[in-house]
């Protein structure tokens, strides 16, 4: 009986993440706008036929810094991109260096492309399926699970 009951709370709290993670992730657009230039790395190309994970961070977000780890890791599987939102550039390259960053990382010091991926919070994870769609975003601090399932499902999945 306890544990049937502690199954029916986590079944409960994991519908109440999905919920309000499907709340915040409204603006999110169906088509990813296309990437500029990296300013450290070489950005990957997409909608050309890989799974890309787009990671919007900011050197000042707490939540963002504690999220690399997962980000870092994933990036040896998954072709990933960084954009550093409203982060001074001196900021960015120090905390890349300290953390050995080996992913691409695109300025964007107004937040302007977060804007136009709709990622209107920090940290958000987004994944850009092969033909360009956006098939995911986790908005808030993202585990390395929940990630790697939906990178996952996103590469194995019927495309569109």
Known sequence: MRLRRLLGEA??????VFTVNAYRARHIPAMAPALPPAWL??????????????????SWCP????????????ARDYPTVIIATSSPPAAVARFARRHHWHTPVILDPHGSLARRYGANMLPTAVIVGAHGHIRAA???????????IRLWWTQHAPSW
Not at 65 to 71: L, V
Not at 138 to 148: D, E, K, S
Request: glycine share 14%.
């Open 41 to 58: 790395g070489h950005a990957p190309a997409l909608g050309r036929g890989q799974v890309v994970l787009v990671d919007f961070w900011a």
């Open 63 to 74: 939540f963002c810094r504690a999220d690399q780890g997962t980000i870092q890791a994933l």
């Open 138 to 148: 986790v908005i808030g601090y993202a585990t390395a699970a929940g990630l790697r």
């Open 11 to 16: 079944l409960i709290g994991a519908a109440l």
